[in-house]
């Protein structure tokens, strides 16, 4: 069984660029949520994807946007970095049909916004 | 809306002494509990979890009991090793959309 996969593991931006963060769900799950961990901090949930939509979203601006693809891969897109957006971002996958809300997570892309 | 409370750490131990990290929430409804474990460098990795009131979840020498009454879900162990050194996160999840609401962390250290 293949876990959480995420890509790329750090990534260097600056001001006002725009970046793509990927990731792969653990296989049988159909749901994928991504987290923003700021230094120090617990994870902040940013949104959730179940069948290629968007289902449920943080206190996050709409610079922040994502994608579900058919084989329930996902993107986290980020517009118009800011300084505040370094962090690790995790994406977590689980599955509607299991029964329980028990979610698996990948490793984490670091961002640093320069 | 909901929230999780943490102890503030760190929280230094000496190797086999007991570890107690606290953890209360505020949530509308019968949420699930859990605690995450995040070793440095690293993503998050379940711990343990509970799912109803009264229920104990354990892994690894760790415990937790959700405590309805007293909104409390703190983790214990009764010997650490300096393998068990990370971050703790507590968390609870709505049972409708399986989103988790963290709390900051507690950083454990253990020394030999």
């Known amino acids: 069984e293949t876990g959480v996969t995420q890509s790329p593991t750090h990534l260097i931006k600056t001001r006002g660029q725009q970046v793509t963060l990927r990731c792969s769900s653990q296989s049988g799950h159909n749901t994928v949520s991504w987290y923003q961990q700021a230094l120090g901090q617990g994870p902040q949930f940013i949104f959730q994807y179940y069948r290629e939509e968007e289902n449920g979203r943080g206190n996050f601006p709409p610079r922040f946007s994502g994608l579900q693809f058919p084989n329930y891969s996902s993107e986290l897109n980020v517009n118009a970095l800011e300084l505040d957006d370094s962090a690790l971002y995790l994406c977590a996958s689980s599955s509607r049909t299991s029964g329980t809300n028990e979610q698996f997570f990948g490793p984490g892309t670091r961002l640093t916004v320069l | 809306g909901d929230s999780v409370t943490q102890m503030e750490g760190p929280v230094t131990l000496s190797e086999e002494a007991f570890l107690t990290i606290n953890c209360t929430y505020t949530?509308?409804?019968?949420?699930?509990l859990f605690w995450y474990v995040q070793y440095p460098g690293e993503g998050l990795q379940l711990l343990l979890k509970a799912t109803k009131a009264d229920d104990k979840g354990s892994n690894k020498g760790f415990e937790a009991t959700y405590r309805k009454e007293t909104t409390s879900f703190h983790l214990e162990k009764g010997s650490v090793q300096v393998s068990d050194s990370a971050v703790y996160f507590c968390a609870l999840s709505d049972r409708g959309y399986s989103t988790l609401t963290f709390g900051k962390g507690t950083m454990l250290l253990v020394s030999p």
């Open positions: 949530a509308t409804g019968y949420p699930s």
